[in-house]
C-alpha cells in the first residue's frame, strides 16, 4: 500500500516558470489538501478538497492552483514561480466526515527552490 | 479563528531525561479535534494522537504521555526517559469537527535534541 505518493521529491525553478506538484493516494480517501512549510511558521493550508470536482482555498491560496478530476489525484499548480514559493510543500489526505476518521497521512513532501 | 501556540521554539534535553512539550490553542467550536505530530529528520511526518476535545481522559503510550487540559485549552506532550531518536520537530495542530474537510490547523513546532 503505497499511500500519499508526491511528486518530485526536489524541484529548482527560475522566477516566472510554472510547474505542477503531484500527489496521488490510493485509499480512497475523500479529503486531500497541500500544505507549505516555512521554517518557524509551522504548516499552513493553501488548497483543499472534499471529493472530486470539490476544491477551496486554505490560508495562504494566492499563486496556487488546484483541481480534483479524480478521487485518487490532487495536483498543485504554481501559475507562476515567484522566490516566496521557496517551500516545502506536503500533500495529506484522509477519510471524510465520521469519527475516527480525521487523522491525515502525509507524503513525504516536495522541496521546492525558486531562484 | 482558530490558533495554535508552541510556544518553545527549541529544548534540549540529555537522554534519560523527561521533558514537556507545551501547546495551547484557541478556538471558538465547541468540539474539536487536537493532534500530535512528529516530524524527525528525514521530513516526512509522523501521527502521534489524536484527541477529542469531549474526552478529556489523559493518554499514554509507552513513554509518550499526554495532558489535555479543556480548562486551560491546553494539550501538553510528555515523552518520559527521552531518547536520541526522539530528536525531530513537533507539531500540535487542531482541527474542527464539521465543516473544512481534512484543515489542520498546526503550531510552528518544537524543536526537540536529545544528547548522549
Known amino acids: ?115 | 479563528a482558530q490558533k495554535v501556540t508552541q510556544a518553545q521554539t527549541e529544548i534540549s534535553v540529555v537522554e534519560k531525561e523527561d521533558v514537556t512539550l507545551d501547546c495551547v490553542y484557541e478556538t471558538r467550536d465547541t468540539t474539536y479535534y487536537l493532534f500530535w505530530y512528529k516530524q524527525p529528520p528525514s521530513g516526512e511526518l509522523v501521527f502521534l494522537i489524536r484527541r477529542n476535545s469531549f474526552d478529556e481522559q489523559n493518554e499514554i503510550s509507552g513513554r509518550y504521555s499526554w495532558n489535555f487540559q479543556k480548562s486551560t485549552s491546553s494539550f501538553n506532550f510528555t515523552i518520559t526517559a527521552s531518547q536520541v531518536v526522539d530528536s525531530a520537530v513537533y507539531f500540535c495542530a487542531l482541527r474542527r469537527v464539521t465543516g473544512g474537510g481534512n484543515k489542520l490547523t498546526f503550531g510552528t513546532g518544537t524543536q526537540l535534541k536529545v544528547e548522549l
Open chain 1, 1 to 115: 500500500n503505497a499511500g500519499v505518493t508526491q511528486t518530485p521529491k526536489f524541484q529548482v525553478l527560475k522566477t516566472g516558470q510554472s510547474m505542477t506538484l503531484q500527489c496521488a493516494q490510493d485509499m480512497n480517501h475523500e479529503y486531500m489538501s497541500w500544505y507549505r512549510q516555512d521554517p518557524g511558521m509551522g504548516l499552513r493550508l493553501i488548497h483543499y478538497s472534499v471529493g472530486a470536482g470539490i476544491t477551496d482555498q486554505g490560508e495562504v491560496p494566492n499563486g496556487y492552483n488546484v483541481s480534483r478530476s479524480t478521487t485518487e489525484d490532487f495536483p498543485l499548480r504554481l501559475l507562476s514561480a515567484a522566490p516566496s514559493q521557496t517551500s516545502v510543500y506536503f500533500c495529506a489526505s484522509s477519510y471524510g466526515r465520521g469519527i475516527g476518521n480525521e487523522k491525515l497521512f502525509f507524503g513525504s513532501g516536495t522541496q521546492l527552490s525558486v531562484l
